[in-house]
């Protein structure tokens, strides 16, 4: 692809990560299990930086996100390699205030998705599609992990990770919610509880 076709958002990302090629140093001889030993689950939410409210830097510990910091099938999958391959001992599970999937149902979703496939508007209480035909069904299907409670949603979560064959009993895992308007991670002592080692 010529510079020239490319969008203004793909020549941002490239330009960015030129200057951070130019003072990436010493992080040439980072390991690949990290080094602080956990991993924290979170939602892919824009606001959220987990490096920044955790403390973290690269090389320090694992990162897994995925819409509303979910414990599906998939994240489980990282998070069993994050201990069994990788030696992580102690885990995260963050969701936050006013995440976006407490504003919308499985069936809306697919619905909407059913109709048309482009963005749809939200007016602070009901989506909209621009524009109508054609849509997929295939999100009718879809189990999308909506929720409408932030500190159900990880006691859930916790509790699901916790509950799984796969998981070795000794990780404790902890449960929070981030708080979008102070940037401070609470814990949510259900979920803490939940996620206590068992060995
Ligand atoms: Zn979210």
Known sequence: MSSQSLTRI??????ANESYVASFGDKKDLALPPVRGFAILTC???RLDPAGYAGLSEGDAHVIRNAGGRASDDAIRSLVISHKLLGTTEWFVIHHTNCGMELFSDEIIGDLL???LETAAFD???WRNPKHGDGCA???FIK???FSDSERSVVQDVRRIREHPLVAGHIPIYGYI???KTGRINEVKAATEAGRATV
């Open 138 to 140: 295939h999100g009718q």
């Open 44 to 46: 892919m939410d824009a």
């Open 178 to 180: 981030y708080d979008v």
């Open 124 to 126: 602070g209480t009901t």
């Open 144 to 146: 999308w992990h909506t």
């Open 114 to 116: 059913e109709d048309n």
């Open 10 to 15: 793909h020549k941002e990302v490239l330009s």
